[in-house]
């Protein structure tokens, strides 16, 4: 168990040690407050001093190891035993930029015994910590650094994180003498332990391959081990060296010791250590990015004390192999990142100009972009799997829990179970999950099996806490009693890399559409223009041809009128088609102009009564229903659309006349007008529908456009072509859409709606 300030324990943990007997509460162990115990290890002493330059606290120690008891050294100068020199160097070693911490060497008193004297700040105090020097003096770097130079090259010619870790702890064994030395990494922040390399003595159990529980360490522990990189405990059969006083003058605590190197230890752990059979111990942290991420752990048999040169080359260690880690850590990101730049680069180029149309054609490079069992994608609410297999239900279950996630945002989770208990009964299938979001609901889903790990664990990671036999606290914690379990629900962890590309594929997925929208943009003006030109030229082109085309007829007239029976009869006969074309020509234009015009008025919508609109649209194509014996049938009375009353009586008047041009011979001939309410995947739509002649099914997009016929064009009554274009025009202007179903010889049916269609 390690050192803790403050640490909440799970609802489990007090489950086992409930289970395990009333005689320990482990919440005592987890809230010491390890750094204020008012103790120090005592082979070395402490003194700290007030701003005033006089001794404040001292500990129990000075009497054997300085020859005054704290007592007497209480409000004495400090220079009185260190002299204005050894002061000064004191304060110069402090201020050095070498971090909160400073070590040198000194004679106290001036012509006393020499000591290693670690030099900090803790509660606005400067503090001295002596340890009686051990080492021969004077020390001499160029002695040392050639074994320690030595064990750094073996270290760097680790290729991996297992070999780097086994070569670091074999020479900090042969460094220190320790019986056992172990490298220990944590799954995640706050996760469990692995042993995963080590150097051990003959005779004592291996332990790689064991995993320890996260309780062992908490995160309050963890947290003061990212503070300090080396923790050392000489003999856990110490007798504690008392601070005096015990609280700080004007305070209710005693001295803060979180940078003390004797600082005490907890009394908690000194059990758990004499339990396992160590004596003493030694724990270099390992960090990355300044967080935890794992321990060199150090046991010794028996009692053993470092000099300060050999804790430093531990501590040098301990840097230089989390530089080496981190460096091997890079190196992999770097190789991921360097694969994953280039899968992106192909499916950038691959993605046309509208990736939600293209994304379920590149499964393969989505899957080489992120290493993933499937990609599932979500578009427009319609879910494909264009790589990988993965289970319906699953994704069902999947997509009503996962966050609201912006275009471009990130999500990603190892164990989705644990997000949602839903997931639970696809954990097979669906275990781990990173999901980008593309905007509108849009996702890109990388999807993980479940990975199962068997774990040998110290301990049963179920039962952190149970009764031992040294005063009734902690139970030993060892390879000779493991506990095997199989993790489950948990698939490979996602790496920041993976993250990573995922929010690029994001920027570049926006960015191609911002693109094509600006360009789309840029077109619909120019559209916008050119139709408004187009417009514009087609009023005035009709509105100026009208004129002539009257002039051409009247003057005809008046030429058949004058000549009288002087003009024989070709020449009459001529004059007549001369007078019909330019009457013709006239309607054309007409109708041209009205084609215009529809492009170019506004719209006055308004809630409008479809059967009394179809009533007054019969009281001018009535007479030719009549004419062609064509019943008409009027829709229910209440029904309304919204949509300006000219104009939809203008489409009704179109639609009916071409009902009754276009009867079949046989009779009944009808003609129905009605209204199909709106439903979860349509708009409310108004058709009209007649069993006559019908049209083909190839022809049906052509009768759209002005002045095209499919007959003769004095067959069926004539006409211009202009009616069903006219119709597609009005319905276009009301935002709307036009739908044709047709057989020949079954009738045909004329949808239309009024107002944009929800699945376009």
């Known amino acids: 168990m390690g050192d803790t300030a403050a640490y909440e324990p799970a609802e489990r943990e007090r489950a086992a040690e409930a289970a395990a007997g009333p005689a320990f509460d482990f919440s005592v162990c987890v809230t010491e407050p390890i750094h204020r ?3 120090i290890q005592s082979y070395g002493a402490l003194l700290a ?18 020859g005054r008891p704290p007592e007497d050294l209480i409000g004495t100068p400090i220079t009185d035993l260190l002299g204005a020199e050894g002061l000064a160097a004191v304060r110069q070693t402090l201020e050095a930029p070498t971090g909160d911490r400073g070590l040198l060497a000194l004679r106290i008193p001036e012509d006393g015994p020499e000591f290693d004297v670690t030099v900090y700040r803790a509660d606005g105090r400067l503090v001295l910590e002596l340890e009686p020097a051990t ?26 994180v297992v070999d780097v870790c086994a070569a670091a702890v074999a020479e900090i064994r042969a460094l220190t003498g320790y019986d056992r030395v172990v490298a220990y990494r944590f799954e995640g922040r706050s996760g469990p332990g692995e042993v995963i390399a080590e150097a051990i003595s003959d005779g004592l159990e291996p332990w790689v391959g064991l995993w320890f529980p996260a309780t062992d360490i908490p995160p309050q522990a963890r947290r003061l081990y990212e503070r300090n990189w080396i923790r050392v405990i000489n003999d856990v059969d110490d007798d504690t060296s008392a601070l005096h006083p015990h609280t700080l003058p004007g305070g209710s605590e005693p001295l803060d010791l979180s940078d003390s190197t004797l600082r005490t230890v907890s009394s908690f752990h000194l059990e758990y250590l004499r339990n396992i059979g160590v004596a003493s111990s030694m724990s270099v942290s390992l960090l990355q990015e300044g967080a935890l991420w794992g321990l060199i752990a150090c046991h010794g048999l028996t009692p053993r004390r470092l000099d300060p040169e050999v804790r430093a080359a531990c501590e040098f260690f301990g840097v230089t192999l989390s530089l080496q880690l981190a460096a091997l850590q890079e190196a992999e990101t770097a190789q991921a990142r360097h694969n994953a730049r280039t899968a992106l680069s192909r499916l950038v180029a691959a993605l046309e100009t509208d990736p939600a149309q293209s994304l379920p054609d590149h499964g393969e490079l989505l899957a080489e972009l992120v290493r993933s069992d499937a990609v599932a994608l979500r578009l427009g609410g319609q879910d494909t799997t264009p790589y990988g297999d993965t289970d319906p239900a699953a994704l069902a279950a999947l997509w009503p829990v996962l966050p609201a996630l912006a275009a471009g945002e990130v999500w990603a989770s190892d164990c989705l179970s644990e997000h949602s208990p839903a997931l639970a009964p696809h954990a097979d299938a ?8 593309l905007g509108g609901g849009d996702l890109i889903t990388w999807i993980r099996r479940e990975r199962r790990a068997d774990r040998t664990w110290a301990a049963d ?4 806490v149970q009764l031992g036999p040294h005063g009734e606290r902690l139970t030993p914690r060892g390879s000779s009693a493991v506990y095997r379990a199989v993790v489950r629900g948990h698939s490979l962890p996602w790496a920041a890399a993976d993250e990573t590309v995922a929010a690029d594929l994001g920027r570049a997925v926006s960015t191609i559409a911002l693109r094509q929208a600006t360009h789309l943009a840029g077109l619909n003006t120019q559209l916008r223009r050119a139709n408004q030109d187009l417009d514009t030229f087609a009023h005035a082109a009709a509105h100026e041809m009208k004129e002539p085309l009257r002039g051409i007829a009247s003057t005809v007239a008046f030429i058949g009128e004058d000549a009288g029976e002087t003009l024989d009869a070709t020449t009459l006969r001529r004059l007549e088609t001369v007078e019909g074309l330019a009457n013709r020509m006239d309607e054309l234009v007409n109708s041209l102009l009205h084609f215009a015009l529809l492009g170019q008025s506004d719209l006055h919508r308004e809630p409008v009564d479809l059967r009394a609109a179809t009533g007054r649209a019969l009281d001018i194509a009535g007479p030719r229903l009549a004419e062609n014996g064509v019943r008409a049938t009027l829709p229910a009375e209440g029904v309304t659309v919204s949509a300006d009353r000219a ?4 489409i009704l008047v179109n639609l009916l006349v071409n009902a009754a041009k276009y009867a079949r011979s046989e009779e009944p001939r009808t003609v129905e007008v009605g209204l199909r309410a709106a439903g979860p995947d349509h708009a409310a739509a108004v058709f009209v529908r007649d069993n006559g002649i019908g049209i083909p099914e190839v022809h049906q997009q052509d009768v759209l456009r002005l002045f095209r016929r499919l007959h003769a064009r004095d067959a069926y009554g004539g006409g211009h072509g202009a009616g069903l274009a006219i119709v597609d025009r009005i319905i276009q202007r009301h935002g709307g859409h036009l739908r044709i179903e047709s057989e020949p010889g079954a009738g045909t049916t004329v949808w239309f709606t009024l107002e944009p269609d929800p699945q376009g």
């Open 135 to 160: 080492a021969q003096r004077p020390f001499r770097f160029s002695q040392f650094y050639p074994s320690v130079r030595a064990a750094l090259t073996r270290l760097q010619h680790g290729r991996t």
């Open 461 to 464: 990671p179920a039962q952190p």
């Open 49 to 66: 001093v007030a701003d005033d330059g006089r001794v404040e606290v001292a500990s129990s120690t000075t009497t054997r190891l300085l």
């Open 37 to 39: 115990l008012g103790g």
């Open 647 to 650: 104009r939809l009586e203008e």
């Open 430 to 437: 669906l275990s781990g999950a990173l999901v980008l979001g």
